[in-house]
Structure formats: structure tokens, C-alpha cells
């Protein structure tokens, strides 16, 4: 049997080729290699005796890493290519950002060489030792200080002027800066201004039996003409703040001139008179309802003026004080219509005959009805209405 008939069994790359029928004690020549199929392996036969099988050795090709790489390359030459670009350019922005990084931050001191310092700015800020500060700042917020605006003369007070200082301590302590914050001290001056700037209140007059009255006077309103006026005074007169010599400022204003009105100017109105002790009642400028009222004691007068009505109350128990400084109460009151703040109201009142109204002023400054009327208006009137008292 020739080699070439030999049949073979294989795992991997271990072959095991049967051993053929030899003749007795005559070894088997071995003239050529024999061929593995295409393997580029070197395989040795020996002959050995009394054996069931020839072992055989098999010796792979080996290749060293660099042959393996240059394998791969081969393989993958484009995607090799791109890798060592992308290498290359990593690198040089690597070396060039350290180059960089070391270039820029050589010019910079480090963080713990650099100190913070107060500027002392001459006029806004002023240093004193620690144990005089409250002194300097008393000193500072007591002086004279005063505001000419809408033809009257008015005080600045010490919290407002103390509002405008901010105090830091020096490094070690010792002292503290008092400084002076020109922007604070401007919004707080136009702040202080804007408590005399009042709208005008609108002249009200109503007609009834054809005759015009005037149940509101009207009053002329301000307004500041130089919004920037206030500014220019705080930024100059910041720097003598801390002097304590006493500070003026004037604010220019023009005079609003009032409008006047009818009661069609309001959807619903209520007129109280206390002179006449008469109440009258106008829904979208027409006179609806007349009712005779019992109004404030000339001890304990009615408020005049332009009111509105905030709070609503079917029946409450009422008490208070005598013009005499006695108390009194009255329980279940109803139909309560506040409309100024102190316990002023349209209400009810029972404890009076229907002879009394019209007659008497004899409350605590409330505008007094006979209980079914006062119902009335308690029904006809939300909350918001407008009441106006006069005499």
C-alpha cells in the first residue's frame, strides 16, 4: 500500500496515521517526506515495533509578532492607514496643548499670591478703628437731613440715610471701611419722594330734582417732572455723606390738574350726607333709591371722603368706645357694609325708632339705616362700590 492510500483521521492539527502491515523484523523504508495535504508543516515518521499506531509530530509554522502585524496591515491597509493618521494628529495636539497651557499659565500668578483689596476711594468710603465705628456711624445717619418737594419741606429720617452705608473689616480686623452705595442711595431717595407725589382726585357731582351738586371736592395731583433729577443729587452728594455736615435735596414736580365727574362714572354709588342726614343710592349715574340716616356723633364725626366697600356681613355684635371713654356693645347688628378700615360701615340699627333718622347724628361715625333699608343695600351693593361721604 503506498502512502498516498493511507487513509488518516484528523483533529486539529494532530493527525494519527494507522500503521501499515509490515513484514517481520524488516523495518519500513522511508524514502520522502510525506505530504499533509497543503499544511506548511514538516512531518517525521518513525517506525516503531510492536505498536498499534505511529505516533505523529507535527511542527507549525511559526510567525513572530511582527510578521502577524505586518499580516494585519496587509489585511487591513486602509483601515491601518487611518489609525496611524489619527495617532499621529492626537499626538501633536497633545504636545501642543501642553505647550500652549505652559506658555499661557506662566503669566499668571497663582491664586494664593493674589489678595483682594478695599479701594479707598476718596469721599465714599472712609476707614475707621473698630471700637469708633458705631460712633462715626451714628455721627453719619443723625445729621440733618431734608427733601423740598411739592412745595413743602420734608425730613429724611436715620434708618433711610443708614441704608445707604455697607461696612467691611479690613484684613486683620483692627478697622472697618464705611462706604457709601451711590445706587442704593438713589433708589431709596426716589422712594422717599414718591410717599408726596399723589394723583389728583376727580371733582363728583350728582344731580338730584335738578339740581347739580358737588358731593366731592377735587384736589390737584404731583407728579416729579426730572425723573433723573433725584439721580444727578445722589451721585454728587454721595461724597459728602460721610462729612456729617447735614444733606439737601429737591426734587422737581409739576402740578396734575384734576377732572370732574358724574355719578355716571360709576356703576353703582353711594352719597351719605352727613349734613343733611340723607343717603342716596345711583346706579349708572341715576338716582335709584332716598333714605333718611343717622350718621356720626359730632364727638365721633363720620369720615369724609372716597371710600369703597371692602367687607360684607349679614350680623355681628359691635363694640367700642364712648367718646367718654366708656365701652359700649351692641349684639346682632345687621346688614353691615364696611368701607373704611376702624369699624366704619353702612349697617342696620334697630335700637332707634323710624323717627330718628334724618334727625340725629348719633352714632360712632357709622352711616346708620332702619333695618329693612340698610337689607336693601346690603343686597344691592357688592363688594368694590363706592361710597362717598361729605358734609
Known sequence: ?????????MVGNDFVVPRPQLQAATPLPVSEPLPVFSLPSIVTIETVAHQESIPVSVIPHVTTPFGHLLDLMHRYSIATFALLVLLVATSGIEVGGIYWSAHILGGVQPLSNTRIKVANISGLNVLV???????????ITSQPATMDIAGQTVAIDPGTIKSWLQISATEDGSQDYIHIKPDVMSKSLSDFANQYVKAPVNQVTVTE????????????????????????????TAKSVMDGTGLHFSVPTDTQSYASVGAEAFDKLIDADVTTKQAYFFENGKLIKQYASSDGAPATPTPIGEFHIYEKLASQDMKGYNANGT???????????????????????????????GVH????????????EAEWVYDWAPIGTTVITHA
Request: proline share 7%.
Open 1 to 9: 500500500m503506498s502512502r498516498s492510500d493511507v487513509p488518516t483521521s
Open 129 to 139: 478703628p473698630k471700637d469708633q465705628l458705631q460712633a462715626k456711624i451714628q455721627a
Open 209 to 236: 330734582d335738578g339740581v347739580q351738586r358737588v358731593i366731592l371736592p377735587g384736589q390737584n395731583g404731583t407728579k416729579i417732572s426730572d425723573s433723573n433729577a433725584l439721580n444727578q443729587q445722589a451721585s454728587s
Open 327 to 357: 365701652q359700649y356693645f351692641q349684639p346682632h347688628v345687621h346688614w353691615i357694609n364696611y368701607f373704611k378700615e376702624g369699624g366704619y360701615a353702612v349697617h342696620g340699627v334697630y335700637w332707634h325708632p323710624l323717627s330718628w333718622f
Open 361 to 372: 347724628n348719633s352714632s360712632h361715625g357709622c352711616v346708620g339705616l332702619p333695618d329693612y
